[in-house]
């Protein structure tokens, strides 16, 4: 079982944090916008929460901006405060624990816990182990260029053989070889060597994580060299099926309250508030 993102990925978004950049030169331009994972026209029916009285949540405390602890051991995070607005839409009480990675689906199969929110992925091998809500978060792939470009678009035909920088092996390799076979892929060992390709001009445009980028543009070290350009990419077959709350295998009924909850959320604007709130220059 791999959590969604990357270690790296969680180290850098920690700095990006710390550094409290402000918004900047061509990133500044990009208007926030929240996206939204629920269908608005589908009918919402709320399910029969009669036997649920409490949510006991289970989450790791080293995940920025997801979970982690604050200065006084405090749990804070996007994931932590989404807890917490389900189980106050809901009603209900709720609890939520810390657990290290690997302990989060043994607790929830002991009855430690009654649903993990840990930014989870869905997948073929997770959902061997629990049983999932509807996605509330996914990691698409993003073109990013220089500010000044001339390029107009991020589509096959205006990048033609430009160069591109890349992470070796990645999936986001894997999706430019599938849909960009023109373009020339410079790769690199990290993200950061590929983020600094582009800010020194050796390539057009960099594609990798959206989650990550949206963090750097937001920082100091992007110095609003760069803006994203088109996308976002989700294209499942490289991006996966993004992360849900995961609940015990056959666990209809919370599960289905859950999906409720989420859905309640993202149609009142509180699920957009919270995600403008941890991403401020947003991946989507």
């Known amino acids: ?17 710390a550094t409290g950049a402000s918004n900047i030169g061509a990133a500044k331009a990009q208007a926030p916008a929240a996206p939204s994972f629920f269908d608005p026209h589908s009918p919402l029916q709320k399910p029969d929460l009669s036997r649920i009285k409490q949510i006991r949540f289970l989450t790791e405390d080293d995940f920025p901006p997801f979970n982690f602890l604050l200065a006084d051991g405090q749990l804070a995070g996007f994931n932590i405060d ?9 009603d209900v009480t709720c609890s939520i624990q810390r657990r290290s990675w690997e302990l989060l689906i043994p607790a929830l199969d002991e009855n430690s816990g009654d ?3 840990a930014s ?17 978060f996914l990691t698409p792939g993003r073109f990013v260029m220089l500010a000044d470009t001339t390029l107009a678009a991020a589509t096959p035909e205006a990048i033609d053989d430009r160069k591109v920088a890349v992470v070796a092996g990645s999936r986001h390799e894997a999706f430019l070889a599938a849909y960009y076979p023109k373009a020339e892929r410079v790769t690199f060992e990290t993200p950061a060597l590929a983020r600094l390709a582009l800010k020194n001009g050796k390539v057009a445009a960099h594609f990798g994580d959206a989650v990550s980028l949206s ?10 060299c760069c803006r994203f350009k088109d996308g976002p990419f989700t294209d499942p077959r490289f991006f996966g099926e993004g992360v849900g709350v995961a609940v015990r295998k056959n666990n209809e009924p919370l599960r289905r309250a859950l999906d409720y909850a989420l859905a309640r ?5 509180a699920f957009a508030e919270l995600y403008l709130k941890y991403f401020p220059i947003g991946p989507f």
Do not use: Q
């Open 120 to 136: 989870l992925a869905i997948n073929d091998e997770t959902r061997k182990k629990a049983d999932f809500t509807a996605p509330y």
């Open 1 to 17: 079982m791999h959590r969604l993102f990357l270690s790296a990925l969680a180290a850098f978004i920690s700095l990006a944090l």
């Open 115 to 117: 649903a993990v929110i």
């Open 215 to 224: 963090f750097w543009l937001n920082g100091a070290e992007a110095g609003g």
């Open 82 to 90: 989404l807890a917490r607005a389900i189980c106050a839409e809901l």
């Open 265 to 269: 959320l993202d149609r009142r604007g």
